[in-house]
């Protein structure tokens, strides 16, 4: 189980590992796993042993009520063995209890990661009668905490690829040319109207020095991470082909650090806007 916590950001893999380890240290006729639904906003039975899977993919809990409210407030198992009901005293421990009875558990167990609810175990009584062992419901109860850790993470980590492809979309289709550098002056980003400006491939400049790129535009990159300065709008020529460009770059910060960690630059094609001013430049003459 150690080593699905390593399991590349895979979430069946971790969740499947996470049940067989339960099923293996405790013998149970019925389990269920609760967890958040695509929206996130009601739970549903992800994985279930021993119950109606007609009824259970008809289910779903809300976190603001019932017995995941309770499990979230309480921050703990929940263990109803012997009959034993710890509820009347909360608000609304019949609809909990009602809860329990569909799931058919005796022992619950909360994914809990920074005291938020991520989750929730389910066992049914163990298959030979007797009753859960303190060491049982520890270890669980640890498994289960970092498992809520792992799909914490899990969900970041894609969250985070969704948002890096979608920024990735946006800038292979932006009209403006941009290109950005990390800390060691290594070009991070290339887009593709920046390679038909400049006439360059992707491929021969990602992951490559700055100095790659014709001047001066190198030179501007270099000078907004070395000092912080920023250019708007500033109109240069390339020296290699005398192609006027108009030209922005900006420092790249992180937060808590002062110095640059990158720096970004965008620019635009404007031979025909030069070429619209230097024939509107002759006509006037022209009519003088």
């Known amino acids: 189980f150690s080593s699905a916590l390593g399991n590349n950001f895979n979430r069946e893999r971790l969740l499947n590992l996470f049940l067989n380890t339960v099923e293996e240290l ?41 017995l995941l409210a309770f499990v979230a407030e309480k921050g703990r198992i929940i263990r109803l063995e012997n009959n034993s009901i710890p509820l009347p005293r909360w608000e609304n421990f019949v609809e909990v209890y009602q809860e329990m009875r569909l799931l058919q558990g005796v022992v ?39 498992v809520a850790l792992a799909l914490r993470d899990i969900e970041a980590h894609h969250k985070l690829c969704y948002q890096k492809n979608s920024v990735e979309k946006i800038l292979q289709h932006m009209t403006s040319g941009l290109i950005a550098i990390n800390s060691n002056n290594i070009i991070e980003t290339f887009n593709k109207r920046a390679g038909e400006i400049l ?10 020095d700055l100095r790659v790129l014709p001047g001066p535009l190198g030179d501007l990159l ?67």
């Open 26 to 66: 405790i013998p149970v006729k019925i389990l269920s796993l609760i967890l958040p639904g695509e929206e996130g906003e009601e739970y549903k039975i992800y994985f279930q042993r021993g119950l109606n899977p007609l009824l259970c993919s008809q289910l779903s809990f809300n976190p603001s009520h019932g």
């Open 108 to 146: 619950f167990i909360p994914l809990m990661t920074k005291g938020k609810l991520t989750g929730l175990l389910s066992l049914g009584p163990k298959i030979t009668g007797s009753s859960y062992f303190e060491e049982e419901l520890e270890m669980l109860y640890s498994l289960a905490g970092n």
């Open 199 to 208: 006439g360059l491939k992707q491929g021969d400049v990602i992951d490559k």
């Open 222 to 288: 270099f000078e907004a991470i070395s000092t912080g300065n920023s250019f708007y709008k500033k109109e240069i020529t390339l020296e290699w082909n005398n192609l006027p460009l108009d030209v922005s770059t900006y420092p790249l910060f992180q937060e808590g650090i002062d110095k640059p960690v990158g720096s970004v630059m965008i620019f635009d094609d404007i031979y025909e806007r030069k070429q619209l001013e230097f024939q509107r430049n002759q006509a006037a003459q022209l009519e003088v």
